[in-house]
C-alpha cells in the first residue's frame, strides 16, 4: 500500500481536496491536531498548544490513525499531515523535538511508511480562522516555508499543489501517485 502525505499552511485547502478524493473513492486518514484542539477545547483548555504535551499528543493520533490505515482494502491512503508535519508544528513553535517525535521520524525513514512523493498543497493568499485555526495569513506563510523545509530535511519530495479550484487540485494530486 502507498500512503500519500498532503501537506501545507493551515488554510491552503487541504481538507477540502481530501474530501473529494474520498468522494472519489480514495481511503483517507483525517488530521490530528485538528482533533487534539478540539478535545482539549472541549475539556476547557483554551490553549493546548502551550500544553507541555501538545505535540506528543497529535503524533500519538497520527500513530493510531496510520496503524489503522494499515487495513484500508486500496492501493492507496491519503493522509491529512503526518508526523513529518508535526516536527514542522514543533519547530514552529519553537519547541525541541521529542524523543517520540524523533523515533517516530527515524522509523518513517527507515520503513518507508509514507510515498518520498509529498502533495504540497500551496496557501490560496489568504487564511479563513476556525476555532482551531487561529494563525494569520501572514504566520502560515512562514509555516509553509517550515514545512517545505522540514520534508526537504527529512528526503521527501514535493510535488506543488498550486491554488486553484478544488476538483482541479484533486485531479494534480490523482495524476501525481505512483502506485
Not at 488530521?31 to 478535545?39: C, H, M, N, Y
Not at 498548544?49 to 497520527?62: K, V, Y
Not at 518507508?112 to 487564511?127: D, E, K, S
Request: aromatic letters at 10%; glycine letters at 6%.
Amino acid at each position: 500500500m502507498r500512503r500519500y502525505i498532503l501537506t501545507g499552511a493551515p488554510g491552503a485547502g487541504k481538507t477540502a481536496i481530501l474530501r473529494l478524493l474520498e468522494r472519489r473513492g480514495h481511503p483517507v486518514v483525517e488530521e490530528a491536531a485538528t482533533d487534539v484542539i478540539a478535545l482539549a477545547s472541549a475539556q476547557g483548555r483554551s490553549e493546548p498548544h502551550r500544553s507541555p504535551g501538545f505535540i506528543d499528543d497529535i503524533l500519538a493520533l497520527q500513530q493510531l490513525r496510520q496503524a489503522r490505515a494499515d487495513f484500508a482494502p486500496a492501493p492507496a491512503v491519503f493522509f491529512d499531515r503526518s508526523p513529518v508535519c508535526t516536527w514542522a508544528l514543533a519547530a514552529f513553535l519553537n519547541y525541541p523535538a521529542s524523543p517520540a517525535l524523533r523515533d517516530e521520524i527515524d522509523r518513517i525513514g527507515r520503513e518507508g511508511v509514507y510515498a518520498r512523493r509529498v502533495f504540497f498543497i500551496r496557501n490560496q493568499g489568504f487564511v479563513t480562522p476556525t476555532d482551531a485555526r487561529r494563525i494569520s495569513f501572514e504566520e502560515s506563510v512562514r509555516f509553509e516555508a517550515v514545512h517545505a523545509e522540514v520534508y526537504a530535511r527529512f528526503g521527501f519530495s514535493c510535488l506543488m499543489v498550486e491554488p486553484g479550484p478544488v476538483e482541479a487540485r484533486a485531479a494534480a494530486v490523482e495524476a501525481g501517485m505512483t502506485v
